[in-house]
Nanobody
């Protein structure tokens, strides 16, 4: 059974930093592309960053230079380091992967950036 468990969200001031974690189980982590999405109230869920199985990364333009996705293969964990946070980064952040034809999501972790 596939499980994705996020952690690391919280309340931070504008300009602050947070590191989100997503621990994966039930997949061959070395072969999986991992994604971070976010969803703000009233908005659609949007892609934040991608980490392919071989380490390539991609970011939505508004996050480039501020967010960094990385992965620890031994811990089966993908991270999202978020710096220079802005109030508009406030959202629930979700980890996602597609495995054997199905899409799996974590429960989400709330990030709130106070102005």
């Amino acid at each position: 059974q596939v499980h994705l468990v996020e952690s690391g969200g919280g309340l931070v001031q504008t300009g602050g930093s947070l590191r989100l974690s997503c621990k994966a189980s039930g997949i061959v982590f070395n072969l999986a592309t991992m994604y971070w999405y976010r969803q703000a109230p009233g908005n659609q869920r949007e892609l934040v960053a991608t980490s392919t199985h071989d380490g390539d990364t991609n970011y939505t333009d508004s996050m480039k230079g501020r967010f960094t996705i990385s992965r620890d293969y031994a811990r089966r964990t993908v991270y999202l380091q978020m710096n220079s946070l802005k109030p508009e980064d406030t959202a629930v952040y979700y980890c996602n992967t597609n495995w054997r034809g199905r899409s799996f999501w974590g429960q989400g972790t709330q990030v709130t950036v106070a102005s």
